[in-house]
């Protein structure tokens, strides 16, 4: 396994528990975190914003999902290098206000040097697939 794929993986475990320290560790300073509108994919929002940018970024969404969500959790079913990208297949689970649903993600990362410097979501695993080839 690459350590570009296992640090990708190590990021789930610390999202789950919300370990802001553990994530920074893992991305660069001015990371990017892109959303695709849910909306348009008719899906629940699950984000306030499109982007996030820095680890400031990370800490404010962070925030969010704390105020909006009861628990939401991602998980990563399939992790794999391609090309310079790493693609990621999962799920996410939220519960809010007494309802909750889950809905598959596709999460593209890419990279500068050993950290992730943008994260790329997309709500169709085949759009993530085509995503992570264009590089």
Not at 100 to 113: A, E, H, I, P
């Amino acid at each position: 396994m690459s350590s570009r794929v296992e640090t990708v993986r190590r990021a789930f475990p610390a999202f789950s528990a919300r370990d802001i320290d553990a994530l920074e560790a893992l991305i660069t300073p001015d990371v990017e975190i892109v959303v695709a509108s849910p909306e348009l994919a008719g899906k629940p929002s699950v984000v306030r914003k499109s982007r996030y940018d820095g680890h400031a970024g990370l800490r404010e969404w962070l925030a969010e999902i704390e105020t909006d969500f009861s628990d939401l959790s991602l998980e990563a079913r399939e992790v794999e290098e391609v090309d310079d990208a790493v693609l990621v297949l999962g799920t996410l689970a939220y519960e809010a206000a007494g309802s909750g649903g889950g809905m598959t993600l596709g999460w593209v990362c890419r990279f500068d040097g050993e950290r992730v410097s943008r994260i790329e979501t997309y709500w169709d695993w085949d759009e993530a697939r085509r995503a992570a080839s264009r590089g």
